[in-house]
Structure formats: structure tokens, C-alpha cells
């Protein structure tokens, strides 16, 4: 009998990490039933991606709300994933990281006493209120599942550091360099029709014509508040420095992010506010800067495979992997060091960074592949 895997993910970041584990699963059809439910934890921002990759979930739970608070999301999810795993009741439950929808969807399979693999397992920065709730969630997922894919041997060392069992862990690479080294390929098709109608005509000719671009994501909720008041007014210095430079801001839908970031970058003629881009056209973008400041963990994984600097708009990391390689530097929300450090990596002529990196520290494109062999192999026994 086919191995039922159900796959719960909830949010954007989850959806493009697990849209090549999918694609991997529905490639053993016959040995794996695979199906897939999403919590809707997000909504507009996980649909361009569950487009992009065309993913049709079998079961979606639309629980977003406007300005939800993380009680609000985790007790809307464990309810709807409740019913959900008592209908489907899968030999696996798959998820991805540390959002709520990833603890939620683990806590709930580990009430219906379903077993849960956990992909991107064993990211640590040591501080639970920094990334926060991620640290938290990755750490009590870690506690409730029973395979763990750690994206590299640092974060293998972290789960063994915590008392996981060595034969439950696998170090399989991020599967976010599968989902980006397929969205790169599909790059050099891209119509520039669909470029201006995704971005708007005019930022897209703007785009074009910038001598330098900075990409700027910020969103996490640890910076809410005075972080992101800071982060801006640093972005604000940096785009009066270098008015030949524009920096270009896809905004996060988060209102605690859409609102400092209007009134603080709204009025200036060489910063770009963009709606979230669909993971196409921001990959298309993110090739095409010189340098990306971002508090995004995603971003960090993907950026030495386009061969861009990275500056992490936060104070700890659980990524270390980048910076030792020097492709990324912890700058904080400190505005002098975010405007120096910016300035000192534009400034290099082109920065060396293409020569430095010749390899991702964070995965080969192989990672699903490895996941969906040691699943089998785990199962079958
Ligand atoms: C969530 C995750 C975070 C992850 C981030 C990726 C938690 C607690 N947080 O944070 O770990 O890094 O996603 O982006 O799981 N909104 C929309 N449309 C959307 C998505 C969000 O309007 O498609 C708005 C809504 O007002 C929503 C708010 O953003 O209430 C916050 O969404 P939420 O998922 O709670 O938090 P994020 O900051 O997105
Ligand atoms: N991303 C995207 N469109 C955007 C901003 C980010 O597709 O406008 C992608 C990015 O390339 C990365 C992922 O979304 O793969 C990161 O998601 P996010 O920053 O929301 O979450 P995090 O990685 O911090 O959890």
C-alpha cells in the first residue's frame, strides 16, 4: 500500500521550501499518496507562490484574519487540523520550520499520535525571543518529531546538542536551493510584458534603468516597532547618500510593516515601495542588485547562489553558515552600522563577492530528493 504523507504548511516561506518536496513526492506516485493541506495562515502571499509552482492543496483551512495575533492563528489551526487529520489520517504528517503553522500542524499530529518529519530541522540562534516565536516553534517542533532534515551539519550538531538521536536526523541541504535553482532557470523566458505588469510599468523601467540596486525586505516581529523605526531611518540615510542608487522594497503585507514603511520611505524619490513580488519576479530582482538588506532567513540561503552580499537586519543568527563564508554581515537594527556597512559593500567595486562564492553553504538542489529517499527508506522499515 502507497505511503500516505500529508504536507501542512501555512505561510510563503513554507510554500516555497516545500513546493520542490511536492514535486519530489508526486514524482514516486504509486509508492507515496501524497496530499496537501495549507492552514491559509497567510493568504495573497502564499497563493502567488502555490500559482508559480502550480500546487492545488487538497485542503485549505483559510484561516487569516487581518492583523491576527499568534493565539489567533495557533488556535484557528489546531482546531481546523484536527478535523483535517482525523479525515486524512496520514502514516506522515510533513512540515517546514518555524512558523506557527509549522508547530501547530507538529502538535497536532502529535495529538492524533501521527508521526511528523520535520524539514528544515535544527536552526538555532540560542535566544527564544530571537528570531521571535520562530526560535520557540523550531524548538518544540524539534521536541514532537520523529525525522528530523537538517539543512546542514551545523544544524545537525544543534539537534544533537539537544538530545535528538542521531539515526532521526539527516542532513539533506535547505530545499529552498531547489525551489531557486528551478525559478532561476525559468529566468532567461521571462517576458518583460509580464515584468511590467507584476511590478508596474514605471518601477519596472526604473528598475531597468538604476545604476544600483538595493534590495530592502524587513518584517519579522521582533523588529516591530522601534527596530523597523530604526532599519527605515537607516534606508532613509542611505538613499539620501546615494541618489544615484535605488533601493527597491517589496513590502511584507504585515500592517505593523506596511505602516513605518509608508510613512517613513513613503515620500522619496529613489526608494521603490512594491507590493510582495510573486517568487519569480523577486528572484529576477534579486539577481539584478548589488547588494541585499533584508531580516528575511530565506533571503540569507538564497542570496550566495545569485552571488550578492547580504547585510542581516538582525541582532543574533541561526545562518551562520553565511557569514562565515563572508558573503553576509550581522548589522542589527544599529543605523550607523546598517549605513556603513551598506556603503562600504557598494562602494567595492563590485565587491569580490562573485569570486568568494563558488558554492551555496546552505544547499546543492538535491535536498527534496534526499528527504523523499530517507522517507521511504524510514517508512519501509
Ligand atoms: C509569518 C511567520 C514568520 C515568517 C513570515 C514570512 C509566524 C508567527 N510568523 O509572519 O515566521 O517569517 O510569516 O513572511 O508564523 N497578511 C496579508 N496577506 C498575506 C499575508 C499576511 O494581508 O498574504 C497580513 C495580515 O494582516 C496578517 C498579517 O499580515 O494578519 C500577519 O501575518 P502573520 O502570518 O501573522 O505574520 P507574518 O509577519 O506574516
Ligand atoms: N520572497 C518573495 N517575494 C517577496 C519577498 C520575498 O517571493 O516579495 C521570497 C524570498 O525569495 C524567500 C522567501 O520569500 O524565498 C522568504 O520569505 P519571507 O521573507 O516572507 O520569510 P522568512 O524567510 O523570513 O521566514
Same mark, same amino acid.
Given at each position: 500500500m502507497a505511503i500516505r504523507v500529508l504536507t501542512i504548511f501555512g505561510t510563503r516561506p513554507e510554500a516555497i521550501k516545500l513546493a520542490p518536496v511536492i514535486k519530489e513526492l508526486a514524482a514516486h506516485e504509486g509508492l507515496i499518496a501524497s496530499r496537501v493541506c495549507v492552514t491559509?495562515?497567510? !493568504?495573497q502571499i502564499l497563493d502567488q507562490v502555490l500559482d508559480l509552482f502550480s500546487i492545488k492543496p487538497d485542503i485549505d483551512l483559510d484561516t487569516m484574519r487581518p492583523g491576527q495575533d499568534l493565539t489567533g492563528i495557533m488556535v484557528s489551526a489546531l482546531l481546523g487540523l484536527k478535523d483535517v487529520l482525523r479525515a486524512e489520517r496520514p502514516d506522515i504528517v510533513l512540515v517546514q520550520g518555524d512558523t506557527a503553522t509549522c508547530f501547530a500542524a507538529a502538535l497536532s499530529a502529535y495529538y492524533e499520535q501521527i508521526p511528523v518529519g520535520h524539514v528544515e530541522a535544527g536552526l538555532r540562534t540560542g535566544d527564544l525571543y530571537s528570531p521571535f516565536p520562530e526560535e520557540g516553534n523550531r524548538v518544540m517542533t524539534a521536541r514532537l518529531a520523529r525525522w528530523h532534515f537538517a539543512p546542514t551539519e551545523e544544524a545537525r550538531r544543534n539537534l544533537l546538542a539537544e538530545?535528538?538521536?542521531?539515526?532521526?536526523i539527516r542532513v539533506t541541504g535547505n530545499t529552498v536551493i531547489d525551489a531557486l535553482i528551478h525559478v532561476r532557470g525559468t529566468l532567461p523566458a521571462l517576458a518583460p510584458e509580464r515584468l511590467s505588469a507584476a511590478l508596474g510599468k514605471a518601477a519596472y523601467e526604473r528598475l531597468l534603468a538604476a545604476k544600483e540596486i538595493v534590495l530592502l525586505t524587513a518584517h519579522r516581529r521582533e523588529n516591530f516597532g522601534p527596530g523597523l523605526a530604526t532599519i527605515f531611518g537607516a534606508v532613509r540615510d542611505l538613499a539620501k547618500a546615494r541618489p544615484a542608487s535605488l533601493i527597491a522594497f517589496p513590502v511584507h503585507p504585515n500592517p505593523n510593516v506596511q505602516e513605518p514603511a509608508a510613512s517613513i520611505?513613503?515620500?522619496?524619490?529613489?526608494v521603490l515601495l512594491l507590493p510582495p513580488l510573486d517568487y519569480q519576479i523577486f528572484v529576477w530582482l534579486m539577481n539584478r542588485s548589488a547588494l541585499i538588506m533584508t531580516d528575511s532567513g530565506g533571503i540569507q540561503e538564497e542570496a550566495p547562489s545569485l552571488g550578492k552580499p547580504v547585510l542581516v537586519? !538582525?541582532?543574533?543568527?541561526? !545562518?551562520l553558515e553565511a557569514i562565515e563564508q563572508g558573503s553576509a554581515a550581522l548589522v542589527g537594527a544599529k543605523s550607523a552600522k546598517i549605513t556603513q556597512e551598506a556603503a562600504r559593500i557598494l562602494d567595492d567595486?563590485?565587491?569580490?563577492l562573485n569570486d568568494l562564492i563558488e558554492k551555496n553553504p546552505f544547499g546543492d538542489g538535491l535536498a527534496s530528493k534526499r528527504i523523499v529517499n530517507a522517507l521511504i527508506a524510514a517508512l519501509r522499515n
Open positions: 491559509g495562515q497567510h !493568504r538530545g535528538i538521536k542521531d539515526d532521526a520611505l513613503g515620500g522619496l524619490g529613489n537586519l !538582525r541582532e543574533v543568527s541561526e !545562518r567595486a563590485q565587491n569580490k
